[in-house]
């Protein structure tokens, strides 16, 4: 098959999957896409509004995107926003308490009741995720998951908010969640500028 039709066949099929996003809430109900991402951006106004902050957790091309969107929240839609992904604070957590505490420890140190956590896993599987929301619930923080792979992962239960992609392609889940995380930001910003 010559590279162009494989190329429309990847794009095909990413505007597929983009199409069949599975959002729930926190009873596991099922969700308009587009409510769901207008109701985590009210949410995320009225939070980081009433001086609240966003807190990012992923691993590999998640960290980026948790470290790319912690960025973009912050600079762009002038919200407090962090992303734990700081070499020597993961080699630290690490080391003394192992991997899966890698998230769990910062977040019981930072995080405030009313901040909200966003909690990114391709496979929604990984420990030191689930760890990290759990450490969030703790301290009374909303959480919004993002994940992919199986419809039934640890991680697709565990937040207010829910954003499924069903692929089980690291690419292209990776792609659809940095595109709800840009489209939740751009949304964001839009309303702050009407509201001024």
């Not at 991680?155 to 829910?162: A, T």
Request: hydrophobic share 35%; with cysteine; proline share 4%.
């Amino acid at each position: 098959m010559p590279v162009r039709n494989n190329a429309k066949k990847y794009f095909d099929d990413l505007a597929s999957k983009a199409k069949d996003i599975k959002v729930t809430d926190s009873e596991r109900r099922t969700i308009d896409f587009f409510e769901g991402i207008e109701v985590v951006s009210k949410e995320i106004i009225r939070r980081t509004d009433g001086g609240n902050k966003l807190m990012f957790i992923g691993n590999g091309a998640s960290a980026a995107i948790s470290s790319h969107m912690s960025t973009d929240y912050w600079k762009n839609g002038g919200m407090r926003a962090i992303a734990f992904n700081d070499s020597s604070l993961l080699t630290c957590i690490s080391n003394d308490y192992g991997y899966p505490y890698v998230f769990e420890k910062p977040i019981e140190m930072f995080a405030d009741p009313g901040d909200i956590l966003m909690a990114i896993s391709s496979s929604g599987k990984s420990e030191n995720i689930i760890n990290g929301v759990k450490a969030a619930r703790s301290k009374k923080c909303g959480v919004i998951t993002f994940s992919g792979f199986s419809p039934d992962n640890p991680l697709v239960k565990s937040g207010d908010y829910n954003f499924h992609v069903s692929s089980p392609d690291y690419g292209p889940v990776e792609i659809i969640h940095l595109s709800i995380c840009h489209c939740i930001c751009d949304l964001i910003i839009q309303e702050k500028s009407q509201i001024k």
